[in-house]
């Protein structure tokens, strides 16, 4: 049975608009797929801006196999190690070899890579045998692509791209989804979005965590507005924590590249000790939830809340030239990366798990694709090998365009009924939003995060279907509203699916249970609003 705090709300609509394809999401999967739509009336939507998203603050950079003596199968094959093999290993093998077409593309609409005297600069990161890493502006890769993609899109008049427009909840009847019910933020009004085709390409949901490198907007609204739809979830108990994020009281939880260490920064505890030789042979470059978690337990046994980066060896004119947007931040908070030690810590950074999509991005329902960091086609396993999201945006964004298009050329029916929305006061009990996005938050990181058991895992359900009896009685009309029922149920489906993996793999790690389980686990969970209780307690 599903509980009514997961049924769908229910808030009139002031404005409608009719398009062809509705792209919701503006990072790298989403503004290349609506480059494979022209022609087409696209509308792209950002809760925020184009520059919000965690594309945009991409630093390290995107992986793909076009090194000199580099191939697509040592790609494929540390891929699959990563993911300690539960990618669907067709999705990788798309990855790898479409990755080098999509990425030598974006080189021709004018995307510029960092360059050394006589190649691309290509730079090392974990758990990769090569050095694959394509990086722009320093450490800004992200903003050089967004920039390469706008500028495309600008030159395709088709496409329109709104801001401030947050999606409420997606429309349609019957497994047949119809475009987006959004709320203007510019306007203050409720506006129907009626589409033929709708692709979601909105990201991840780092900030269900307190700690976390994702921008405030990355709330998992479109991961629960699909759920609450009738699609698929996967893989959701995988989610990555990035080991090296700074950490000082009040500042951002700002990334520190992991190309930081592939260039040869050292990681050293408190008491000054280099402690990565005592968890793994790769020391720095050891992989994410490797580091991640013997970052945890030198902070416990040293009684620190950090540990330290450290650069002191390296050339401060190649930090400065290598990591300009890493060094003016430090500098900001009096931490001069070319002398001092960068406090960090770990903070959820991506999930592997998302909406189940195919090869296309298509999902369980009619006309909804999914791409980039919200959907799920297996590709990243247990683990994403480093630089592997920017790559997969582009490679399966492509892919979702094209399909939609095709899908258009011969669409029939047309014509859509508007969904019955009004707009509603407020109802049910008084609740503090934040107090409660606080506590979910928390509660996510202590008892979900870096390390779960069974004990964390009963508590965390517990204290998520208390609440989700009151956030769920209440009709929100305020964005805050709808973002925390969204980090709810996006929570609580995580939640259950740590619950049930009883093994540890990749980036989900059962205190409990700390070695992999092949035989009862070699496969992956998926959840839907439909099944959602079955065989839990
Ligand atoms: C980083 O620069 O460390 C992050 C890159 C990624 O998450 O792939």
């Known amino acids: 049975m599903i509980p009514d705090y997961l049924i769908s ?18 990072g790298i999967a989403g503004l290349r797929a609506a480059i494979e739509l022209a022609g087409f009336r696209v509308l792209v939507t950002c809760k925020n801006d184009p520059y919000d998203s965690s594309t945009y603050h991409a630093q390290g950079g995107i992986a793909a196999a076009i090194a000199h003596g580099d191939s697509p199968e040592s790609h494929f094959k540390d891929t699959m190690v990563a993911g300690c093999f539960v990618n669907d290993a067709d999705a990788v093998k798309i990855l790898v ?20 005297e006589s190649d691309f600069d290509f730079t090392h990161e974990a758990a990769h045998s090569f050095s694959r890493i394509l990086h722009a502006r320093g450490d800004a890769t992200g903003k050089e692509i967004v920039h390469t993609l706008l500028s495309k899109i600008s030159s395709i008049p088709e496409i329109v791209l709104k801001g401030k427009f947050f999606l409420i909840d997606l429309a349609g009847v019957d497994n047949k989804i119809t475009g987006g019910i959004f709320y203007d933020a510019t306007f203050d009004n409720i506006v129907f979005v009626r589409a033929k085709k709708t692709i979601i390409a909105s990201g991840g949901f780092g900030q269900i965590f307190q700690e976390t490198t994702n921008p405030f907007s990355i709330t998992g609204d479109l991961q629960a507005a699909a759920f609450r739809k009738g699609a698929v979830l996967g893989d959701m108990e995988f989610y990555q924590f990035h080991p090296t994020t700074f950490y000082m009281a009040g500042a951002p939880r700002f990334l520190i590249s992991e190309s930081v260490r592939g260039e040869g920064g050292i990681l050293i505890n408190s008491s000054g000790e280099r402690f990565m030789k005592h968890y793994h042979p790769d020391m720095e470059l050891a992989p994410r939830d490797v580091v991640s978690r013997a970052i945890v337990a030198e902070m416990r046994r040293t009684n620190s809340n950090c540990v330290y980066l450290d650069l002191r060896k390296l050339n401060s004119d190649f930090i400065k030239h290598r990591f300009p ?3 003016s931040f430090c500098l900001e908070y009096g931490i ?28 369980n329902l009619e006309n909804l694709f999914a791409c980039g960091e919200v959907a799920c086609t297996g590709v990243h396993g247990a683990n994403r090998l480093a630089s592997n999201s920017l790559l997969e945006g582009l490679v399966f964004g492509a892919r979702a365009g094209k399909i939609a298009r095709e899908q258009l050329g011969s669409f029939k029916g047309s014509v859509f009924n508007l969904p019955s929305y009004k707009v509603i006061q407020q109802q049910g009990p008084l609740i503090d939003i934040y107090d409660l996005q606080r506590s979910i938050k928390s509660l996510m990181w202590k008892n979900v995060g870096i390390e779960r058991d069974e004990t964390s895992l009963t508590d965390a359900l517990n204290r998520l279907e208390t609440w989700g009896k009151y956030i769920f009685q209440r009709e929100f009309n305020i964005q805050s509203g709808w973002e925390v029922q969204n980090m709810f149920i996006v929570s609580f489906v995580m939640t259950v699916a740590a619950m049930k993996r009883k093994e540890s793999r990749g980036a989900h790690f059962r205190k409990d249970f700390p070695e992999p389980d092949d035989r009862n686990w070699k496969k992956r969970q998926t959840f839907t609003k439909y099944n959602f209780y079955k065989g839990i307690k």
């Open 9 to 26: 709300i229910n808030p009139s609509i002031v404005a409608t608009e009719d398009v062809d394809c509705l792209i919701i999401g503006s």
């Open 97 to 116: 070899e479409e990755g080098i077409h999509r990425v030598k593309e974006l080189i021709s609409w004018g995307c510029r890579f960092d360059k050394n």
């Open 325 to 327: 947007k890493i060094y």
């Open 336 to 363: 001069d990366i070319t002398k001092d030690l960068i406090p960090v810590r770990p903070a959820a950074h991506y999930a592997m798990g998302g909406i189940l999509t195919d090869f296309y991005g298509r999902t």
